[in-house]
């Protein structure tokens, strides 16, 4: 009876499943639904290449960098650091402040012409180690818990920029080809250095947004060179010479506090400031202290060495023989944890 009554109940759940599932063969077997961690599994890769285990990163953010190259994490620095570090900028501009290493940038259509000490004058700043209240932001906590999910626990801070994006005077020289900035690092792995870009007001295609091309980090450092514009290019603005022009593209209209994480081998660049206004980002590159300098002599880099050293000689009047990496040991400085090889 009991045996009969178990052969009537089987029967009845293998018509009750050919019912649900009508295309189940009788017999087949109950194949289980996944878990929530299967398919996180079966989503997400299982091997980091671009990012290192972290509680910070949510499963999604972390799948986003490793395929795209960058990150946009979204009001992450205040409206009153902000401020603070546009104040200095000013102070900078008009001579107030003398700040030790310091490169001013002029556009080229400025640069030879009569002006005034002020911002107007100034497209860029670089290199400000030296001046306490901007490197303040290369120490933000809330930078570098992101950095330190991508190079690790010791960091060096290894350029630093405020951008002046003038108003373009019809040359279309406030442009930025298109480059990856790896080109201008002789340090490395590239996978262990990233760039924190943030917007100090909003920040559109009609001012010059970045642009990137998402997943060109996976690619090789590419040839670069001045592109061949008909307004001039700034003074090692060097530009990407082969690259996929098919490849997609994505600006990063980003809003006052937005921050943007890249990979140094990401394709980016960016357009004309058509607006009347200056367009201003701060931006900090940082690499593992873990890292170590190469000899760029044969490589694609060893132009950009021979154009440098020019500059340091005429610029400082140094005779001995030097080298790329002798501009970066001299210009880097410790943002956390401990300095080992940079």
């Not at 626990?153 to 900035?181: E, F, V, W, Y």
Request: aromatic fraction near 8%; charge should be positive.
């Amino acid at each position: 009876m009991e045996e009969s009554g178990g052969r009537g109940a089987s029967l009845r759940l293998e018509v009750l499943l050919r019912h649900l599932s009508p295309s189940r063969a009788a017999g087949a077997t109950l194949a289980p639904s996944p878990t929530s961690a299967q398919l996180a599994k079966e989503k997400y890769p299982t091997q980091f290449c671009y990012t290192l285990d972290n509680n910070l990163l949510s499963p999604e953010q972390r799948h986003f960098y490793e395929e795209n190259g960058y990150l946009v994490i979204r009001n992450l620095v205040s409206s009153e650091d902000i401020e603070c570090f546009r104040n200095e900028f000013m102070k900078i501009c008009k001579n107030e402040v003398k700040v030790p290493g310091l490169v001013i940038m002029r556009d080229i259509s400025i640069a030879k012409s009569e002006f005034v000490a002020d911002q107007k004058a100034v497209t860029k700043i670089q290199d400000f180690m030296g001046d306490e209240e901007l490197f303040r932001y290369c120490t933000l906590p809330q930078i570098l818990k992101y950095v330190e999910c991508i190079v690790g626990p010791n960091i060096m801070a290894m350029h630093t920029m405020l951008i002046n994006k003038p108003p373009d005077p019809g040359k279309k020289s406030s442009r930025h080809p298109l480059h990856q900035d790896l080109h201008f690092f002789p340090f490395r792995p590239a996978d262990r250095i990233v760039c924190a870009w943030t917007a100090m007001e909003r920040i559109d295609r009609r001012n010059g947004c970045l642009v990137v091309l998402p997943g060109s980090h996976k690619g090789p450092l590419k040839q670069h060179d001045y592109p061949e514009w008909e307004g001039g290019v700034n003074k090692i603005y060097h530009g990407v010479r082969d690259y996929d022009k098919n490849t997609p593209r994505v600006h990063l209209v980003m809003e006052k506090g937005d921050t943007v994480f890249f990979h140094p081998l990401l394709i980016h660049g960016s357009g004309m400031n058509r607006t009347e206004g200056f367009r201003k980002a701060i931006s900090c590159h940082y690499a593992s202290s873990d890292c170590h300098y190469i000899d760029v002599k044969g490589t694609s880099q060893e132009k950009l060495e021979e154009e440098v050293v020019a500059i340091a000689k005429k610029k400082y009047g140094v005779d001995s023989p030097i080298k790329l990496k002798d501009a970066w040991m001299i210009r880097s400085r410790l943002a956390k944890g401990k300095r080992i090889n940079l």
